[in-house]
């Protein structure tokens, strides 16, 4: 046992035991949301392929149902899942316990009651209409505070640090804790509380949704990523002196990239310019990331296969490199003249959102959900279904928007194609895509089970104990020795 | 992956946060490894970072075309027009107006008039002719027989003088000698003030015959 | 960076960075931006909505249209897409939105691009037609996919013994209701008809005319940068 260099063990499980009940419940609601937006989500898929299907009642039109699934999927799940993990993570890496964690509950449940009432208000018909922002006002200050409060939280454990070196994933956490809510408040001043003229107005939203993009969900895939290669490879990030580099580049570029969403769009020429200058300067950060993750996964692949988290750390690499490329390539005017509106665009930010952040949110709760309940997984069957679903209906899915997106690229260039064509030879995408998205759900059904089973206290009796075993400390190559 | 058994391993991790902070740390601010005494990964790096923000300001002010908040295409001409930016309207465009206000009543949206009432000014020779003849026409009115193209008139002009200033006759008698396919010059509001200095002193209106006698048709 | 204070100032600067980069920027540009007053007929462009079609952008806000439908035509594509669909008559202007309390550019183009459906649709009775029975629009019973039909909009009642309302939306033989029965707009859909009636945006700008006339391809390459 290497004792003398890792911490020693009380102070880590002092650190998971601070954080085991704010996690849960973060995670929990999280979770109850990720299924009830999969659930809207797919209903919502379905209804494009069969526009009868839930039409007749108000509350359930797809303008208020696509909206409000993709709400529910945002701040629910996502808000809910970066909040489980970055407040466990910066705890971690802080080396300092998560003190006075009963103020965690009042925010846990001042967001949920928040985002309750705004998806409520959107399927009410109280939505505002703009991409990401439909909640209604009222639910504003709610969600505000509510974050408020994590993110002093995030902030303060950041301030409060016994370590000496901050990492890689502490600079992702605390960038996005403290660009949200200002990304959030700018947007709802600009746009409601003294609204903005004109085609400011989705100037504004283009701002917010690529803020929320690169500015909160990427950097926290980031951060998940740059901590789980080192601690489960068992070596450091290759080339890692370039990361520093690849961070403020990669926060740089897309702070003015919104504009890649307008291009074309009635808004002054230089808008959408700058956006691609922009989404073209990420090549830079895009090659840094490519050297530091496929650099240290190489020749490790049967470490991922033997390694759950792994596998959807992989899995997350994976799409956020897409993700970027897809961004950059969409971004390019001569594209995005064929491809703009399509479901290419969706393709863009889903693969972000899901295939990458969400997939890295699994990931780390395969890791620390053992680690807080000090419990083992019922059912490991489970666990391998999620991954397989996971994977296979992120892979339906990238070949349903393509091809959905190609068939409208095609189509709408071509002026002999009536409207109405274009829609009935989309029905056969949309089918797919229903298809993917309902294996997406069975998975998370699958891991919502295993997680109320290794969280729940009922259950004690039929689930093992884990045996949390001590890691080693982290060596750098054999020339220089270990720290 | 573990079986359920009592107090059951899960995987374990490789490295504990604390080395991996320190090592990281140490990583950060040691340079990369030098195979052969030299490595061009900084200057490559250097050399990229510089390109792209070299390129990609090219691109910008190319794109942005002087960053006007009015263009939103980006093929636009890249040079200010200048003086062309403003709005250059023709006297005929600003007279419309004033005939709409003041004169359709009587001749006319369509410049047709009524017949045996009002005469028409579309293809008028009165109206393309001699500017002089017109000018007093709108100044101090008009009384008495009329003939305008073949036809014959005999009603009363009121006169406009005191209602319109001399650019706005020059206007609208501009639009009305431009307007449903008349082609006659415009009248400059120069030549208005000239006539109505010449006649300062009349008082009643002007008849068909006493314009006939000035100057040229 | 070990230095938590270099972190924390870098990255409010990216945020300062990209506020006032992109959205100052563009609010110092086009914040006040006017109407523009025609020199001939003296009118103000573009006109402000009526109060009914000013109503109707409530109800399309909250049916959530802008989910499926766009309004904006695009200048990038406006010869190979919105101009042969006839999607507008010329690319949109900043100075186009000024008149809309809520812009509704929409980004996703499951429908059609809706900014000059006014044009398009010179008779509301088509658009009460699409709003209660799409299919009827859209190519018969038989095509199944395209829009949902809006059937809450209306009222469908007994014409009984009293004359059938002015009002009746006109529907083809097949997708009417019952016999004996019309369907009536309430007056959600008038205002949403009203409000998609007034989306046209006809007027040509000569300051933006003059501005955004493309570059002559000849010079192009003398002229240099």
């Given amino acids: 046992m290497t004792t003398t260099v890792s911490p020693s063990r009380a102070e880590q499980q002092e650190i998971d035991a601070s954080a085991k009940w704010p996690v849960l419940v973060f995670l929990g609601s999280a979770l109850a949301w990720l299924l009830l937006g999969g659930v809207m989500q797919l209903a919502a898929s379905m209804q494009l392929h069969n526009p009868a299907f839930l039409s007749s009642c108000e509350w359930t039109t797809h303008g208020r149902l696509a909206p409000a699934a993709e709400n529910v999927l945002v701040y629910g799940w996502g808000f809910n899942a970066a909040f489980a993990f970055g407040l466990w993570l910066m705890a971690r890496l802080s080396a300092t316990t998560l003190r006075h964690g009963g103020w965690l509950f009042v925010a846990a449940k001042f967001w949920n009651l928040g985002v309750t009432l705004g998806v409520g208000g959107i399927l009410a018909g109280y939505s505002t209409s703009f991409d990401l922002l439909e909640m209604p006002r009222f639910v504003v200050l709610l969600l505000l505070a509510a974050y408020a409060l994590i993110g002093v939280w995030a902030v303060t454990t950041f301030s409060i640090r016994n370590t000496e070196n901050v990492y890689a994933s502490q600079w992702y956490l605390f960038g996005a804790a403290f660009w949200f809510p200002w990304l959030y408040s700018v947007a709802q001043i600009m746009l409601f509380r003294s609204p903005a003229r004109g085609v400011l107005q989705p100037i504004v939203n283009a701002w917010y949704v690529n803020g929320l993009y690169s500015l909160w969900f990427a950097p926290i895939a980031l951060a998940a990523i740059y901590y789980f290669l080192p601690k489960l490879l068992g070596k450091p990030v290759k080339s890692y002196y370039l990361a520093p580099m690849g961070f403020w580049w990669f926060v740089a570029a897309s702070a003015l990239a919104g504009g890649s969403r307008l291009v074309g769009a009635p808004v002054p020429v230089w808008i959408p310019t700058l956006g691609i200058v922009c989404h073209m300067l990420l090549v830079l950060p895009l090659v840094v990331i490519t050297i530091n993750f496929l650099g240290s996964l190489k020749g490790s692949l049967g470490a991922v296969a033997g390694s759950l988290t792994l596998r959807f750390i992989a899995l997350s690499i994976a799409g956020f490199l897409l993700a970027m490329l897809l961004a950059m390539v969409l971004a390019v005017r001569s594209v995005s003249a064929v491809t703009a509106f399509t479901q290419w665009e969706s393709l863009r930010d889903w693969l972000l959102l899901y295939g990458s952040f969400s997939v890295a949110m699994f990931g780390a709760a395969y890791f620390y959900l053992p680690r807080l309940t000090g419990k083992v997984w019922r059912s490991p069957a489970l666990t391998g279904v999620h991954f397989g679903a996971t994977l296979l209906g992120i892979v339906l899915l990238v070949i349903g928007l393509a091809g959905a997106g190609c068939t409208q690229a095609h189509r709408l260039a071509d002026a002999g194609a009536s409207f109405a064509s274009i829609t009935d030879s989309l029905a056969g995408w949309h089918a797919f895509n229903s298809v993917g998205l309902g294996l997406l759900l069975l998975g998370n059904i699958a891991f919502f089970l295993n997680f109320i089973w290794i969280s729940c206290p009922i259950n004690s009796r039929s689930t093992a104990s884990a045996e949390i075993p001590v890691p080693p400390a982290l060596t750098l190559a054999t020339k220089e020795g270990h720290a | ?217 | 960076m070990k230095n938590g204070l270099t972190l924390f100032l870098g990255v409010f600067a990216t945020l300062a960075l990209s506020w006032a980069g992109l959205l100052l920027a563009a609010h110092k540009q086009l914040g006040a931006l006017p109407q523009f007053k025609d020199p001939v007929e003296e009118t103000l462009n573009p006109a402000p909505l009526s109060g009914l079609a000013r109503q109707g952008a409530l109800v399309y806000q909250d049916l959530g249209c802008a989910t499926c439908h766009t309004q904006q035509v695009r200048s990038n594509s406006y010869d190979t897409g919105e101009n042969s669909r006839k999607w507008g008559e010329r690319a949109g202007y900043p100075r186009d939105y000024i008149r809309d309390s809520v812009v509704f550019f929409g980004s996703s183009r499951l429908g059609p691009d809706l900014r000059n459906v006014g044009s398009r649709q010179p008779e509301a009775e088509n658009l009460y037609r699409m709003l209660y029975a799409p299919e009827s629009k859209l190519g018969g019973a038989a095509l199944a996919h395209g829009m949902p039909a809006y059937k809450f909009l209306f009222t469908e009642r007994a014409i009984g013994s009293s004359q059938p309302s002015y009002k009746a939306v006109k529907l083809p033989a097949g997708f009417g209701p019952a016999e004996g029965v019309e369907v009536v707009p309430t007056a959600r859909a008038e205002a949403l008809v009203a409000y998609l009636m007034s989306l046209k945006d006809t007027y040509d700008y000569p300051t933006e005319r003059g501005l955004n006339e493309p570059a002559p391809a000849a010079h192009a390459k003398e002229g240099g940068h």
């Fill in chain 2, 1 to 217: 992956m573990s079986t359920p058994d009592k107090k059951s391993p899960i995987e374990g991790s490789k490295a504990s946060d604390d080395s991996i902070l320190q090592v990281h740390a140490k990583l950060q601010h040691t340079k990369p490894e030098k195979p052969d005494g030299y490595n061009a990964t900084p200057l490559v790096m250097l050399g990229v970072m510089c390109s792209a923000i070299f390129l990609g300001s090219i691109f910008l002010v190319h794109g942005s075309i002087r960053f006007d908040p009015l263009v939103v295409t980006e093929h636009a001409k890249r040079e200010k027009p200048g003086a062309a930016g403003a709005v250059a309207l023709t006297r005929a465009q600003l007279g419309k107006r004033v005939f709409t206000g003041t004169c359709a009543t009587c001749h006319q949206l369509n410049g047709q008039g009524v017949p045996g009432q009002f005469p028409p000014l579309a293809g008028s020779e009165w109206v393309q002719g001699n500017e002089e003849r017109i000018i007093r026409i709108v100044l101090h009115g008009l009384s008495g027989p009329l003939k305008v193209e073949g036809h014959d008139f005999n009603n009363v002009m009121a006169p406009l003088g005191a209602v319109l200033k001399d650019e706005q006759i020059a206007n609208v008698l501009s639009y009305v000698r431009q307007e449903w396919g008349n082609k006659a010059p415009d009248v400059e509001p120069e030549t208005v003030a000239k006539v109505r200095a010449d006649t300062a002193g009349r008082t009643t209106n002007w008849t068909a015959a006493e314009l006939e006698k000035i100057g040229n048709p």
